[in-house]
């Protein structure tokens, strides 16, 4: 073979590999976008199982104090027919010892522990979705997957459907920059 030919052969190998190179970065690139999209949008998913499961434990955990009120009230009311009768108590003074229910304020507690608990496995599922964000964001931005991502026609989600659960409050503290104390009475 000739010299000529081998620099012919040399250069086609060349391009060869250039273009195989360049399809393998392609195909890895796209594979690489097409998982932090999934990745955001399952995590948006989990978000609002998270957020319903919480919200579903809170307004069943509350029906239970009208239950123990209603039920105490049942058994109060039956204790109390059956030691004074139907009247009640004719005595003006009553000089014995009465062992009346108590009411248990571990219902109470119970809710607010369900209530922390949901807020902060809550914000921990938000820190997620954040930080995929970011991560698919940065992708999308550097080079050269910026360039990649463009020809192949990323982001194919938008993103900013994906933004966290916030509340009234929040977005006027951060849009007047300005937050009063938290008054509980």
Request: glycine share 6%; charged share 25%; with cysteine.
């Amino acid at each position: 073979m000739s010299i000529l030919g081998k620099v012919a052969l040399g250069i086609g190998m060349f391009f060869i590999i250039m273009f195989v190179s360049c399809g393998a970065i392609f195909i890895s690139s796209n594979n690489d976008f097409v998982r932090q999209e999934a990745s955001v949008t399952a995590q948006w998913t989990q978000n609002k199982n998270n957020y319903d499961n919480y919200f579903k434990k809170l307004k069943e955990a509350c029906q239970v104090p009208d239950m123990y009120r209603d039920d105490l009230k049942k058994v109060y009311d039956g204790a109390m027919a059956g030691r004074y009768g139907k009247k009640g108590s004719q005595a003006v003074f009553q000089f014995i010892k009465e062992h009346n229910p108590n009411f248990n304020e571990k219902l109470y507690v119970q809710i607010q522990r369900i209530i922390e608990s949901g807020r902060n496995n809550f914000e921990n599922e938000q820190k997620m979705l954040i930080d995929k964000k970011r991560v698919y964001e940065v992708s999308l931005k550097s080079f050269p997957s910026s360039i990649i991502a463009g020809l192949l026609g990323f982001p194919k989600i938008d993103l900013s459907k994906y933004e966290i659960i916030t509340s009234d409050v929040t977005e006027e503290a951060f849009k007047t920059k300005k937050s009063e104390p938290i008054k509980l009475r």
